[in-house]
């Protein structure tokens, strides 16, 4: 072949740099209108109020209480991401499938510049559409009177583990072009995250505190209502998810059709920044220790969260003493006075007894749900400090099968109540002071035979049988006939002198000091 | 000159689909014709900068597209319609010239124009905003092409540009050409020998990697005269007199 004329190449007027953002802007708009997000939403909505919605409206109306298994436990990530997964790689495969690798390759734009665009307007469906789903239910909850403060960081949590799967979905499906790319980056997705989740159970601490669906010490009752949401693990997950994100858009830069050397010297910067970043995070998480308020993570805690929320408490009273509650459980005002009134009343007078009742925050945990924390009463003059988030509050309630009655509630802070005034501290107390809890308990209107029961729900059952616990050096032992006839003894002795006795004797019983003998 | 080649190969393992090609063109219409696997696709690949050649030079548009920048900016001034046109079923017609218009780095203030353009040449105004999914085959052709012309392109690679269109349809195709090769270099890979006919003023013919004819399609024409190659018209005699010719040559030296 021959030329039949030649000519020079025709010289063309540089492109404006204004007009690339454009052009970028006009391709997301054409990949946005062309997206497959939009036809799994339906299912991911239905998916979303059966798995995130509904079993969260079973929890007390507070914040951390309902969002804690959606949020908390990443059920809203399980929702979407191997959904979005899946059909970012049916997006990031479709080039290939479609046989478009070609002609894409052939234009001026580098191929990798055409692939982010699709990626992007995956991820921007992705996660409006998680946001807007979440918007949605929080929207409900507000509807609701639901109390305290959302969980923010955890929803951000949530919207860039969705960028992630997104991300990682579409690498995979543009790497593996085919029309199982995408059920296969969906079911490996699923199967990650339930690692995640069966991880999370096992491993309450270090590194593992990094896995998305890990619900060990995300968030507790008091977050968002004593205490801010600490944003320490947050952040870390946060940069392992955008680690991971980034890793896998700068992996699709890298083969030689992607672009020129530059451009796939800078993917390969953003696919090591990726890596950095995700490594990072892993081990700032295994600096993790337990805070007051949460996850702590030094190199990213900041001391302003470890504040309370300041907060003008509700305060009602009974037998003569205030009980005084966050306004968060304002609703439960009402409750919480009839509940102590029978107690109040009858160690009213006696040394030690509470001249207030005050809300209290559960001291946090690094388990999830694991709440160990009994009332106490300390100060002068006495105050009682009720951790109202480690009872079952009167209502719906996720752990249990139908909802909590009021004196199912009233029973709990009862038997927590006169626990702490024999000063029994975290066990069953010495047999001195199950005596007097028993008698006590029977004049608050407990009588002996529920007792066992009534204690074994609040966390107070006493040691199985066997003798004393080890390593105690102190007389405690199951709440034994024993314990129950000289608490009988005790109850039947008039009022007064009743009231005498443990005047006398609550600081030596409470001092661990009393013996069976020694009781009336 | 537009196309600059010399000694131009790629091997596929051990298959030499293109086998030392050299050639030169400026602007005008060129037909490429050749049998089944003469390496007439994985030429205008590497034509294409889709391909790399594994050994050889090759000039395109005055540039070198072994280095990046040269490369991108023969790929601004290219257009390229494949064998097998991949699309993406559900965008319009005017939305995946559209999408193609972008990606060949044209100014966003002129696509719109261009695609419309475009669009019109093919014979689809009509059918601007119909999905790809609703088109018959030779309308998909049509769509590839104007996927290809949309930037105005100073190279334009067709690799069988004609096949599923109707008679009609491909007299209309003809025209353009004629009208493209007018400005551009345009490469018209086919086995349609009447095509090259109506359309090229040049033509080369390819067998087994190597050409084995190049010139008008008058010389063509005058090498299948008085020889009884099979064909119905004087160009398919050519075409057949030629192969013959090129393969008993091979048949001598080996």
Redesign the interface.
Known sequence: ??????????P?TP??AS?VP??AA??LW?EL??NAVPFILPLIAALMWFDSYRPSVTQPPVWALRTFWNMGQGHTIIDFGPFVAGVAAWMGS??GR????????????PRWV?QLATWGATAIWAVGAYLVFVGVMFGVYIGQGVQGSPPWWWVAVGAVAVAAFSAAGFAVGAFFPSRFAAPLAAIGSLLVLMMSSQTGFRDKGGWALILPTNSNGNYQAPSGIFYPYLPDLPIARMMLLAGIALAAVGLLGLPD?A?????RRAAAVVTLAGVVMAATAVGLTTTARLGPGGIVIPALHDAANDRQIPATPVCGHTAGTPVCLNPAYRQYLGDVTAALQPVLAEVAGLPGAPARAIQVAGPYNSSEGAFDAPMAISGHPPVLRIPLDTVNLPGTSGFTARPVRFIDFADQLRVLAVHAFVGAGAGPGTTAQQVVQAALMQGAGMPFAAQPQLLGIAGLAPPPPGGPAAGTGREVGPASKTVYAAARRLAALPAAARHTWLAAHLAALRAGHLTLAQLP | MNVELTDLTRRFGRTRAVAGVSLAAGPGVFGLLGPNGAGKTSLLRMMATVLPPTSGGMRLLGRDPGAYGPRREIRRRLGYLPQNLGYYPGFTVAEFVEYFALLKDMPAGQVPRAVATAVERVGLGDRARAKLRTLSGGMLRRVGIAQAIVNEPELLLLDEPTAGLDPEQRLQFRALLRDMGQRATVIVSTHLVEDVGAACTEVALMDQGNIVFYGTPAELIGRGEGTGAAGDAPLERGYSAVLAAARSAVAARA
């Open positions: 072949m021959t030329a039949t004329a030649a000519a020079p190449a025709k063309r492109r404006a007009t454009l052009t006009r391709l054409v209108r062309h479709r080039e479609r046989g478009m690798t070609d002609l894409i390759t052939a234009a001026a734009r055409a059709r672009g020129g050397l530059g451009l």
